[in-house]
């Protein structure tokens, strides 16, 4: 842990040896952020997790002025540039010949195991994490932490710099608000 925020310290301080080293540290975590932002699709998948994690360090990488402090903040953003992808990936198989199907994503946690995963579209959700955000931009950076990045609470209060009662009363209020405006998008006869 203590290494990849040093390795991101110098890197944000503008050493590029140390985006290289920070590779093979960071790898596998960011598979599992990879597999975990694909495993709950509906049909197809999108992408396969090594395509989504390279595409999402090319584009780490391609950064030129980061902030980051600590892990957390950075797998808070490597989430954040997960969803980008997946994003621009749905919209450009939409847009193709090939007929773009919906891609669903499940929002449930993983402590809600019990019940059904629940889907949605995958742009709706973009979507509504974007209308959330202007409205409350720290509950969209929480959904993202959590839902696409795979954080705990204690990891999303760490890289938002806030305490663990804060991210668990404003994770409650966004998975309620994010749901209540998900039901209203889904179509009629669907629930979530």
């Given at each position: 842990m203590q290494d990849v925020s040093q390795l991101l310290h110098r890197?944000?301080?503008?050493?590029?040896?140390?985006l290289t080293e920070l590779i093979p540290v960071v790898y596998a975590e960011l598979r599992r952020l990879g597999r975990r932002s694909l495993r709950n699709q509906r049909d197809q998948p999108m992408l396969?997790?090594?395509a989504l994690v390279h595409?999402?360090?090319l584009r780490l990488a391609g950064k030129t002025s980061v902030s980051l402090?600590?892990?957390a903040q950075f797998y808070g953003l490597a989430g954040k540039i997960m969803r980008d992808i997946l994003v621009d990936h749905v919209r450009r198989e939409r847009a193709s010949k090939r007929g773009g199907s919906r891609v669903g994503i499940a929002l449930d946690d993983d402590a809600a195991?019990?019940?059904?995963?629940?889907?949605v579209d995958f742009l709706i959700l973009d979507e509504a994490l974007t209308r959330l955000g202007d409205i409350k931009p720290r509950y969209t950076q929480i959904a993202e932490m959590r839902y696409l990045a795979g954080l705990t609470i204690e990891e999303t209060a760490a890289a938002l710099h806030v305490s663990h009662a804060t991210i668990e009363r404003e994770w409650k209020v966004a998975q309620a608000w994010l749901r209540r405006e998900l039901k209203a998008e889904l179509p009629v006869g669907k629930e979530l």
């Open positions: 890197w944000t301080g503008g050493d590029k040896s140390a396969q997790p090594t595409e999402a360090w402090v600590n892990r195991a019990a019940a059904p995963p629940k889907h």
